[in-house]
Every structure is written in C-alpha cells, then in structure tokens.
C-alpha cells in the first residue's frame, strides 16, 4: 500500500494492497476499500463504510460521516459505494440514519465537487451529480439520470432514468424516468432527446415517449387518465413500459407526487 507518512489509517481498517492514501487523510476502523482506489489528501473515511475498485476520491471528501439527522442515534449505519467512482473535491456522503440500513452508490458515476449525499441516499450507475448538488435523505437517483450545478431534491424524491434535470433547480417532486426538468420548482419540459440518443435508444421508441410525454404533460387529463391512455394507444415499447411503471409505483408508495 502506498500511504503516506502524515495519514492516519486505523489498525483494523481493511484495505486491498494497491491502495493509495494520500498526506493527512483520515481512514477509520470499520472502513473496507478495495484494489486500485486511490484517497486524495485530507479526505475522512469513517464509520462502517465500504468503497470498490478503481474509485478517486478527491481532496477533502468526507465519507460515511455521522448522517445531519436528529433522529440518529449513533447505532452502526453504512456507506456502501461500487467501482470506477470518481468523487471530487469537498464532497459529503453521509451514512444513513437507521440501524443497519445503508447510504448506496453505485459504479461509474462522476459526484462533482461540494456535492451532499444525504443518509438513505440510493443512487445507481452511470450519473452525473454536478458542482454542489444537495440530495436530502431517502432520495433514489436511477441509472443515467444528470442532474445540474447547485440543484436540491428535497427529501423521499425519486428521480427516474435517463432524466436530466437542469442548474438550481428546486425538485420537490419525483421526476420520470426520461425527461427534461427545470425551474423553481421543477417543470417537465420535454424528452432528454440527448440521453435517449446517447443511450441508444430506437427511433420507434423515442417517438413512442414523445406520445406518452404529450398524454402526460400537455392533454390536461389526470395522471391516472393518462396513464390509461398511454395503454391503450402508445405502442408499448419497454421505455414506455418503464416509464408506466415508474409512474405507477411513486404514485402509489409516496405522497411526494409526480413532477408535471
């Protein structure tokens, strides 16, 4: 391992050979981190928090630190984080407020400096958090979704895949999966034409969501109407599949309610 003089690295920490810890970090007891990952200078790696392979954690992260919850108790909570993360400078990733539960990212996103994770966090593969954004607890971000410079989700939001939500934006309600939102507060404003082009998605189905956004966010009719409509005559590809049951789901776990 290659740890420098000035860090401190916990006698029961576990790290795989090829760690590189940089001066003055700080790695905890219960921190596992696996082969090729690299820790900048004085970042803090602490409670019972796990990181895969091939991760750059930047200078100065803090991660797996004490969740902003009154409710927490100090009981063993985790910070769980898959492979080829790149997590830059000042980011903050807290650990999640119930006992056993976890704070969960996944592999290949890219976590922009100043950027929160807040406890109970689920986000999945492949996103783009840019330059301090702040995710309350128990917000799920799924795979691909972007989301821009000093947005805040508020707390039990579900951003849904592919969508990409833009700078400063105030999310206080789910997002679809696919879609372009903005504002204060969010507003759809169309298909994120780009993410579905850059994810290979056909041309039969683009122009599938593009009837289903029309249905859904310029007839007027309720979202239960919608839905029906969509059923019944927008050709069922499974994005558009996705996207009813996405709908259907947040409607029926949450009272956040759906972004329209």
């Known amino acids: 391992m290659k740890i420098h003089a000035t860090a401190i690295v916990d006698k029961n920490a576990k790290l795989a050979e090829d760690v590189e810890v940089g001066p003055y970090a700080i790695i905890g007891p219960n921190v596992e981190i696996d082969a090729g990952t ?16 091939n991760c750059n954690i930047a200078p100065s992260a803090v991660i797996g630190g004490r ?3 009154l409710k927490y108790t100090g009981k063993r909570s985790f910070v769980k984080i898959g492979n080829n993360n790149t997590i830059r400078e ?14 969960k990212i996944g592999s290949n996103n890219l976590i922009m400096a100043y950027a929160h994770i807040a406890h109970e966090c ?28 000093m947005a805040g989700v508020h707390q039990f939001v579900h951003i849904g895949k592919l969508a990409i939500i833009g700078g400063c ?12 939102a903005d504002g204060h507060p ?4 169309g298909l994120n034409i780009i993410g ?3 994810a290979g998605i056909s041309d039969e189905s683009k122009a599938a969501l593009k009837r289903a956004f029309k249905l859904l966010f310029n007839s007027g009719l309720s ?18 599949k996705y996207l009813i049951n996405f709908l259907k789901t947040v409607k029926s776990n949450t009272k956040r309610g759906v972004c329209r």
């Open 67 to 69: 969740p902003q919850d």
């Open 38 to 53: 690299r820790i900048a200078a004085h970042c803090v790696i602490d409670g019972w928090t796990s990181i895969g392979k």
């Open 90 to 103: 000042f980011v903050t990733i807290n650990r999640a407020t119930g006992e056993d539960a976890a704070t």
């Open 196 to 198: 579905l082009n850059r």
């Open 169 to 180: 934006t105030k999310v206080v309600k789910h997002i679809p999966p696919f879609a372009l």
């Open 122 to 149: 689920a986000l999945g593969n492949n996103l783009v958090i840019a330059n301090a954004v702040e995710l309350a607890g128990h917000i799920t971000v799924e795979d691909g979704a972007i989301l821009g410079g």
């Open 186 to 189: 969010a507003k759809i404003y």
């Open 223 to 240: 979202l239960p109407h919608a839905l029906s409509e969509i059923e019944k005559n927008v050709r069922p590809s499974s994005e558009v």
